[in-house]
């Protein structure tokens, strides 16, 4: 009998893909037989020896929708989905500075950065790269970083626009 490597439960179907119970993927998972060891108790009989137990290995793989959305809603947050920290912050920054810069740069290194998350995805579940897990606490710090850096972009770019305004108004009086 399979057993749900997430939940325990007894799987009802060998070839299941999916754990009725948790929702865990188990499809083309790789499993482990494990023998339970024999009592050892005077009063036993030999004909009640324990069944092994099979326990079906999750399935790592990340999800490539989430990686291109995660990238579409933060530049580089893909990235750090992927696991790749140092990558995402490369894309972030581009992207902040490409904005900066002319725009069009920002939207270059921005739909790199969709596209690269997306792909980094399909290598990790193809096995062409090791699968790195991901870290929420990254994913936290990336997010908290992100919105930091563009309330202060957005408080320097009002301060650059408000000076703008007022210095040619003084120098009229």
């Known amino acids: 009998m399979k ?3 997430e939940c325990g439960k007894p799987l009802p ?6 754990c009725d119970n948790c929702g865990a993927k188990l499809s083309a998972a790789p499993t482990i037989t494990v023998q339970p060891p024999k009592s050892g108790a005077a009063g036993s009989s030999a004909s009640a020896a324990p069944e092994p137990v099979t326990l079906v290995q999750p399935v790592e793989e990340k999800s490539t929708a989430v990686a291109a959305i995660c990238s579409l809603v933060i530049p580089g947050l893909g990235q750090v989905y992927d696991g790749k920290l140092e990558r995402g912050f490369l894309i972030f920054f ?14 270059c290194v921005w739909a790199f950065g969709i596209y690269d998350a997306y792909d980094i995805a399909c290598k990790m579940n193809n096995k062409e790269i090791p699968f790195l897990p991901t870290k929420t606490a990254h994913l936290i710090l990336f997010v908290i970083l992100a919105v930091v850096t563009v309330l ?19 120098s009229m009086h």
């Open 152 to 170: 202060v972009a957005v408080i320097i770019a009002s301060l650059m626009l408000f000076a703008a305004f007022v210095s040619p108004m003084v």
């Open 13 to 18: 179907n060998e070839a299941a893909n999916f």
């Open 3 to 5: 057993y749900c490597p």
């Open 94 to 107: 581009g992207t902040v500075i490409g904005f900066f810069l002319l725009i069009i740069p920002g939207l």
